[in-house]
């Protein structure tokens, strides 16, 4: 069983790009499966300092096939930079495929979530990509990346559909309605874009088979997080893909018996950005506090992340939805930093295993803390386990106890060789 699943366990921002780039060291391919732009994958690895945002945290391992699969929303000019930036800084991307039924995220897509936002406010980064998902499932004004295979089919939809949105977003927004490119600019940059993108459209399905025929280790990396998933998590601030490991079978059309790990990416705390409820958000100067020693700041659009406490309810959530075989847990070395540390066991009248009326309830949660541990300072070239300081060490038992799923990676910096295996 050859497969590997990668999932943010919590509200996205856990560290799974890190986490990516470390497997793929030793795999033959890694396929992101969903979600956009709206992602952005921090790597710190022996090229310099990179943040992926629809590109496979893959990409730096020469051998290893890089696939963006049919789940993936995708704004062509946004990718084609993407690209020109890795190959300026030598990174070759000589084994990046694309799937041509992934969708393209259009100007009109981005226009519509700027005034969505301006009526009822989710938090989105803005990057257009819940609309794109609502006309891929709405099918009649959705574009695909192989229809750029079709220059001038593509281009004849491409008018037609420019033309219905701006008079649709008009009338929804008379405001900011039209607040998109006109036809011509987004006909040049669409199609600058598409002679950088047409050569890496494949069949991705045949690809993946014959891996999978091959028994080759495949990656299947998901974007955003677990409680960001729209049929999983604190829905409607979620985005609109589905982001747990379930949706890595189904859109990269693996069987799930061909999974042999399912890896959760957890902060040792939890952040947020965007709005909706967040049960252990910290308060004021512990907050900014751990904002700044964590350089907590979206990776994608700079945007200021909440800040809390681990919370394991959530965690247990997070370990049931996405059956998750092992924990990988990041920046234990930012939370050790703090004086007192405390870590969210239960919520008062809710059972150990939270069900949905409990995601729909959680602003109204009372929380039971445990007060557990002094901060355990620097783990500055610690390699193994039995080096931590002993509040690390108890703190690694108690999330491994009460979730009951191996902590199984723990990273205590930046770079890949900060992370160690348990
Ligand atoms: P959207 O995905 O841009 O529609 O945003 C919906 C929600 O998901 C907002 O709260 C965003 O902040 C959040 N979100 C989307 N992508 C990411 C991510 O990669 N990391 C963390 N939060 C994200």
């Known amino acids: 069983m050859p497969v590997t699943i990668v999932v943010g366990a ?9 986490i990516v780039d470390m497997l793929a060291q030793s795999s033959h391919m890694v396929v992101r499966y969903n979600g956009g732009n709206n992602a952005g994958h921090s790597i710190m690895n022996e090229y310099g300092e990179f943040v992926l945002h629809l590109i496979p945290a893959g990409i730096f391992n020469p051998e290893t096939y890089c696939v963006i699969e049919r789940g993936v929303v995708i704004h062509p000019p946004s990718l084609a930079d993407e690209m020109n930036a890795l190959q300026e800084r030598g990174i070759s991307l000589k084994r990046l495929v694309i799937s041509p039924d992934s969708h393209l995220v259009m100007p009109w897509h981005i226009a519509e979530d700027r005034g969505n936002e301006g009526d009822v406010p989710i938090g989105t980064t803005l990057r257009g990509i819940g609309p794109c998902y609502k006309d891929k499932v709405g099918r009649w004004q959705a574009l695909r990346m192989g ?22 977003l008009t009338i929804r927004f008379p405001n900011n309605g039209n607040d998109f490119p006109v036809l011509e600019d987004i006909r040049r940059s669409y199609m600058d874009a598409t002679e950088k993108i047409v050569p890496y459209i494949k069949d991705t399905s045949a690809l993946i088979r014959q891996n999978l025929a091959h028994k080759k280790q495949i990656l299947l990396e998901g974007a ?6 729209v049929d999983y998590g604190t829905y409607p601030y979620v985005t609109s893909s589905n982001t747990t490991s379930m949706a890595a079978c189904l859109l990269t059309g693996i069987s799930p018996r061909d999974v042999e790990r399912i890896i959760g990416v957890a902060k040792a705390y939890i952040t947020r950005v965007g709005d909706g409820p967040f049960p252990t958000e910290m308060k004021g100067k512990q907050q900014e506090e751990l904002r ?17 406490w681990l919370d394991l309810p959530l965690l ?3 370990a049931e939805v996405n059956h998750l075989t092992e924990i990988a847990l990041t920046k234990l070395d930012v939370l050790g930093t703090l004086r007192r540390i405390k870590i969210c066991a239960a919520y008062g009248d809710s059972p150990h295993l939270l069900g949905s009326m409990d995601i729909r309830n ?6 039971r803390y445990q007060h ?5 300072g620097d783990l500055n070239g610690i390699r193994f386990r039995d080096e931590l300081p002993e509040q690390a060490g108890i703190y690694i038992k108690t999330i491994e106890e009460d979730v009951g799923v191996p902590i199984r990676y723990i990273s205590i910096g930046g770079k890949r060789k900060e992370i160690i295996s348990l």
Not at 10 to 18: L, T
């Open 292 to 308: 700044k020693t964590g350089r907590e700041y979206g990776a994608t659009t700079g945007r200021p992340r909440r800040c809390g």
């Open 10 to 18: 919590q509200w996205g921002d856990e560290g799974k790009g890190k």
């Open 316 to 318: 247990r959530y997070s």
């Open 362 to 367: 959680l602003q109204n949660k009372k929380l």
């Open 224 to 229: 955003q997080g677990t409680l960001l998933d």
């Open 372 to 376: 557990l541990y002094d901060g355990w």
């Open 147 to 168: 229809d750029l295979l079709y220059k001038t089919d593509f281009l004849k939809r491409l008018d037609v559909i420019c033309a219905q949105k701006r008079s649709e």
